[in-house]
C-alpha cells in the first residue's frame, strides 16, 4: 500500500534545469528522512542528497550548489531542484525515504520505482 510516486525526469540540455517531486501514501504515519539516490549505467548508486523532517539538507560534493532538496512535510513530499544539469548527470534518480506505517513501531526504508534523468551536451 505505501507508495513513492515520482515525477519530474527527462530529457534537458546541458545548462537546463528539472525538478523531480516524489509523493509518499499508503497508511504513512510519519515520515522521517527522505532523499534522492542516482545510478549511472555501470556505475553504483550514490547518495545524491538527503533532508531531515526539520529540514536539515546535506549533499553530494558532486551536485552541491546546483541541486537543492526541500520537502513539505504536509503532502509528504520530497522535491529535488536540479540547475545547471551536465551530462555526467544523466542517471536514474531514485527517492528514498524512511516511513513510520499505521500500527508498526518502528520507521521501514522505502524506494521509488526510479525515473531516467538525461542531459545531453
Known amino acids: 500500500q505505501v507508495q513513492l510516486v515520482e515525477s519530474g525526469g527527462g530529457l534537458v540540455q546541458a545548462g537546463g534545469s528539472l525538478r523531480l517531486s516524489c509523493e509518499t501514501s499508503?497508511?504513512?504515519?510519519?515520515?522521517?528522512?527522505m532523499g534522492w539516490f542516482r545510478q549511472a549505467p555501470g556505475k553504483q548508486r550514490e547518495l545524491v542528497a538527503r533532508i531531515t523532517r526539520s529540514g536539515y539538507a546535506n549533499y553530494a560534493d558532486s551536485v552541491k550548489g546546483r541541486f537543492t532538496i526541500s520537502r513539505d512535510n504536509t503532502k509528504r513530499t520530497v522535491y529535488l531542484q536540479m540547475n545547471s544539469l551536465k551530462p555526467e548527470d544523466t542517471a536514474v534518480y531514485y527517492c528514498?525515504?524512511?516511513?513510520?506505517?499505521?500500527?508498526?513501531?518502528?520507521?521501514?526504508?522505502?524506494w521509488g520505482q526510479g525515473t531516467q534523468v538525461t542531459v545531453s551536451s
Open positions: 499508503g497508511g504513512i504515519v510519519n515520515v522521517s528522512n
Open positions: 528514498n525515504a524512511d516511513l513510520l506505517r499505521l500500527g508498526v513501531s518502528r520507521f521501514d526504508a522505502y
